[in-house]
């Protein structure tokens, strides 16, 4: 005859909801990683506002003018008579997008001139920068 045990023994189970609250966590630290890791190359100038989708360029070039009138390339300062043989070379061979990145206070000749400028360069296509709005 068999005796019974008076405790009966229990398996050891894994629980499952915290591994999703953890995933779940760092899922979102790596969005907000990856969000600020965006690389444009020009300097802080106050954008105008405006709703656009966001476009991604395979290899851009940044155009910036700030409210000075100053012209710059990829953070290096340019002049209207010199943009194009500066930006000649960085465009050859590529399909590069050129982004416009105007200050607010631009003048709006300067910015036409030197996108004017740009396209004798070879620019194709032309992305604005803008801050989005709330």
């Known amino acids: 005859m068999k005796i019974k045990r008076s405790r009966s023994t229990k398996k050891g189970r894994i629980e499952i909801i915290p591994m999703i609250d953890v995933m779940f966590f760092l899922l979102a630290t790596f969005m907000l990683a990856s969000l600020s890791m965006q690389n444009l190359h020009s300097l802080p100038v106050n954008l105008p506002q405006g709703h656009a989708d966001p476009l991604k360029a395979k290899t851009p070039i940044t155009l910036t003018i700030n409210k000075e009138s100053s012209i710059f ?13 500066t930006l000649r070379p960085m465009l050859e061979n590529t399909q590069a997008s050129v982004i416009v990145s ?11 001139q030197a996108m004017l400028k740009a396209r004798q360069a070879g620019a194709q296509h032309f992305l604005i920068a803008v801050k989005h709005a709330d």
């Open 73 to 85: 390339i990829d953070k290096k300062e340019v002049t209207l008579e010199t943009l194009s043989s």
């Open 102 to 112: 105007a200050d607010s206070a631009a003048p709006n000749g300067v910015t036409v």
